[in-house]
């Protein structure tokens, strides 16, 4: 079953920014009941990464290799290499254009994700954004349910087509 992202708490949804270079990024900010390095250990350990992120590996050190399989009904490319363009433990990993930042909080710690979204014919803007929120929001609900100790693999992808997250793109006008 789907949700539509505008049922969730506001806390929980990502968002779209367009940056002065011309870029259009995902953005999820969260607050995480967990400290840093239980998380970074959660985003880096292979064995950890297993219940909520299995087709994800690196080489954890700067220049090195990343390999994310997302699977076959993924409604972008199923796999993405490239290079570790960050890795300073236990506050930032980027991989590629995605990117995981955390910083501790007096609750926890707070979890700043994003990713550069790769525009591609033939699909709108919208439709790809609500693709990649979805996609991504569904990983960053595993992640937390990991920590918790009860990963769901069949948590479903809220659907943001109905959100006002995509008029950032300029496909929605406010309702």
Excluded: K
């Excluded at 009904?73 to 955390?102: F, H, S």
């Excluded at 919208?126 to 693709?131: G, K, L, S, Y």
Aim: proline residues 7%; charged residues 25%.
């Amino acid at each position: 079953m789907t949700t539509q992202a505008g049922a969730l708490p506001p806390d929980r949804l990502g968002a779209v920014v367009r940056l002065d270079d011309g870029q259009t990024v995902v953005r999820f900010a969260r607050r995480l009941a967990f400290p840093v390095d239980r998380v970074w250990r959660a985003i880096t350990d292979r064995g950890l990464l297993a219940s909520w992120f299995p087709g994800f590996a690196f080489e954890p050190e700067r220049g090195g290799r990343y390999t994310i399989h997302f699977g076959g009904d993924c409604e972008g490319p199923a796999d993405v290499e490239g290079t570790v363009v960050e890795y300073a433990p236990p506050n930032l990993l980027q991989c590629g254009t995605i990117r995981w930042e955390l910083e501790a909080a007096d609750d926890g710690c707070r979890l700043a994700f994003s990713d550069v979204l790769q525009f591609q014919d033939g699909r709108s803007d919208a439709e790809i954004a609500n693709a990649v929120l979805g996609g991504w929001h569904r990983y960053l609900d595993l992640l937390e349910q990991s920590l918790e100790g009860t990963p769901d693999p069949d948590t479903p992808e809220p659907d943001y087509s109905g959100s006002d997250v995509l008029v950032a793109l300029g496909e929605r006008e406010w309702d």
